[in-house]
């Protein structure tokens, strides 16, 4: 600026130290015909860079900014040093903000920008997923008109949100959200969701367990300590009595046992690594194994076949194919009635190779079978705990075959009989 000035200045000095001349010279129209022709020159010279300065102003751009001459060279340098700052300036606010809002699409977490009104300025998509919303035609609209359960409007109602609301949507996509209005500026707000739904599952299922656990031990528990509360309460043990309640006492300690084994196994099970090692198994030695098991727990009742028609050995850990394999032997056992068979079989289905345990028994419903490997879930509760069962073994199973990378497979027919199938193919699977 200082610059144009004092070039402006120069040259009106350089215009009248040139009319003082000629005025000198005793041609005072001269003078005043060369001052009107300068000025005039200057004026026209200014007014033509003023039109290209509007002109450039309409569409400011720094690759567009004019040359110009003299003083106007400097302000029209100045003009695109300033502008490409700006448009600089101006990048890095819009990367920045880029930057942001990509950070706000990304986030798992719900969020939603309102204005005063309750307006939506902005929804990124996982809110869109949350709450139901479409940010192409949703956005400007107030968002309780969208949302419509009460307990939402109560809560955006209220004064105080130091707390998380918990909603529940609606069918077909049922949810748990946690939802906490956000105050961030004197008219805006900020609506976080965030999907609870799995860890609302986890405690429903540790509600459950914990339930389930203290039931299963009530039960015993309370048998051996009525026992002893009779037997504390006796001046002198009756020896018939002894007798005939230490039995009862006996069986009852065993089923708690049993229950804090299969407890005990589940949760190792559950906090190991997801694959296990690859140690060769040696199936023939585990069939025969599971054969004599069965025969002792059936006790000469059924008749227990072993077929073996597979090239196919196994790699994995042996302790745990152990566990899962008694426990779908044991309950076939358990569920047959005497005269029944029992039938384990090792055998090739095309690439897979098949472990199956078909019996005689009672059969399953169709309906049960899909929830027969949650914890603690029984067909018929009186008759499981009457054949010892501790409504784990299943579970235990589901998580072994999970960690061999193999499958399992119910089929069943009340009255008929049922078969467990557990199938393993690729790096499972070794050539005998």
Known sequence: MRDFLQRTLVWLAAIALLSLALWRLDSPQDALIVV???????????????????????HPSPERVPDGFGAWRVVFTALYRQARTQRQSKQKLTNVLERFINAGEAMPDGVVVLDEHERIEWINPSAEEHL?????????????????????????????????????????????????????????KLLLSRDITQLERVQTVHRDFVANVSHELRTPLTVVGGFLETFADMPE???????????????????????????????????????????????????????????GLSQGRHTIVLEKNSRHGLWGSE??????????????????????????????????????????????????????????????????????????????????????????????????????????????????
Request: with cysteine; glycine share 6%.
């Open 237 to 295: 043990p009756d020896p018939a009595m002894l007798k005939q309640f230490m039995p009862m006492m006996l069986e009852q300690t065993r089923r708690m046992q049993s229950l804090v084994e299969d407890l005990l196994t589940l949760s190792r099970l559950e906090n190991s690594p997801k694959n296990v090692p690859l140690d060769p198994v040696d199936i023939d030695a585990l069939l025969d194994t599971l054969v004599v098991e069965a025969e």
């Open 319 to 432: 302790k745990e194919l152990h566990s899962a394999f008694g426990n779908l032997v044991s309950n076939a056992v358990r569920y047959t009635p005497e005269g029944g068979t029992v039938t384990l079989q090792w055998r090739d289905d095309g690439e897979r190779s098949v472990f199956s345990v078909r019996d005689t028994g009672i059969g399953i419903p169709r309906e049960h079978i899909p929830r027969l490997t949650e914890r603690f879930y029984r067909v018929d509760r009186g008759r499981s705990r009457n054949n010892g069962g501790t409504g784990l073994g299943l579970a235990i199973v589901k998580h072994v075959i999970a960690r061999h990378h193999a499958r399992l497979e119910i089929s069943s027919e009340p009255d008929k009989g049922s078969c467990f199938s557990v199938s393993f193919a690729g790096e499972q699977l070794s050539e005998r």
């Open 36 to 58: 009107v022709v300068l000025l005039g020159a200057w004026l026209s010279f200014h007014l033509f860079h003023v039109a290209l300065l509007l002109r450039w102003l309409r």
């Open 132 to 188: 139901g919303l479409d940010r192409k035609t949703d956005v400007g609209n107030q968002l309780l008109n969208l949302v419509r359960q009460p307990s939402f409007h109560a809560y955006m109602a209220e004064d105080s949100h130091s707390q998380p609301l918990i909603l529940r949507t609606g069918a077909p996509n049922e949810k748990v959200l946690s939802i906490q209005l956000v105050p961030f500026d004197s008219t805006r």
